[in-house]
């Protein structure tokens, strides 16, 4: 979804990096007060910064002959909610934009919208709809959703910037969702397993964590009481004398 | 044990569509990234546009490239094992300690 330096006519950077400004600047104030009101969970934060930087660095290959990356933005937008995305994200495109050569200062503001800004908050609202599935069902469609958006948002910045000169809009929206969306589907589907991968490691050895942040609070799960599956198991308990 | 089931079938299936993708892929294309495809669809739609701006500094030569992608992997992958692990043992000490209690 890495809009190339210069890709965009210079109106267009403009316009969406005045729209990215005010979303970071929000994530930065969240990130503050998180840690303020909840200091315990400064790893938990590193370690959903550092898993989008890691999935953002692979390329995966598509069933379209393409290749394309993950996002890996969904997980710290169901945690921590899509503002500290916001924030993170775009630390990730901005190491990317000034060591990779991979997106570019004036397609910046474009990229944090698309993979910091639109990915999680509908990766988020997923989740939040899906209140009353199976919490990995919700966790696998949230994550999913998240990579997936962000790659509708990318076509639409493009399509807004490069209309088709015949067909319009539609005509070249459809072109861009053809490239970036149909390459993204089994890349989403990857990462969605994944996610609920990381989420059950997470539940079962974060939970003190999990509970200060409200996760599994909406969900019906008394938050004080532990979340389900994060029980300690017997056998974990005599490992543990052992060792 | 229930849980260790499910995390490899999960395992199992994001590493079967990887192993598809990459048969099926492979009869249209050749797995260039999207990125630059996507300016190449620009440039199709727009022969006049040129780009605008170029990058502060590009890499000299694919190899660089590569190694810096592996390295933002490498930095990211130990963080994320860093914090998974720290959690990890955090609670098999509390484990144990209200096993003793």
Redo the contacts between chains.
Sequence with gaps: ???????L??LHAAAWTAAAVPFVAHGVREIKRTTATHPESK??L??V????????????????????HPTGTGEGAILFRPPVMAALGSVVLL????????G???TLGANIMSMAVAGPWAGYGVYRLLRFAPWSVAIFCAVAVADLATYVM?STQ?ALA????QGGFLA?WE??LG??AL??I?LA??EG??G??LM???R????P?LRGLGFGADRGEEPELGIP?TE?DGD??E???H? | MRRAIINLSLLAAAVAIFVVALLLGGQRGDFGGTDSSATGSIEAIDPGYRPWFQPLWQQPGGEVESGLFALQAALGAGVVGFALGSFRERRRARAAADADA
């Design positions: 979804m890495h809009i190339a330096e210069g890709f006519p210079p790893l938990l590193g370690a910064g550092a898993y989008s930087f890691v999935l953002s660095a692979i390329k995966l290959p598509s069933v379209t002959g393409s290749s394309s190491f990317q934009a000034l060591l990779l050569a991979h570019g200062l004036t990318t493009l490069f209309p088709d000169p070249s072109r861009f490239l970036f390459t993204q089994p589907i990857v397993l994944v609920v991968l059950n490691a997470l079962s050895w974060a939970g964590e599956g300690v974990e308990v490992e543990a004398r060792a």
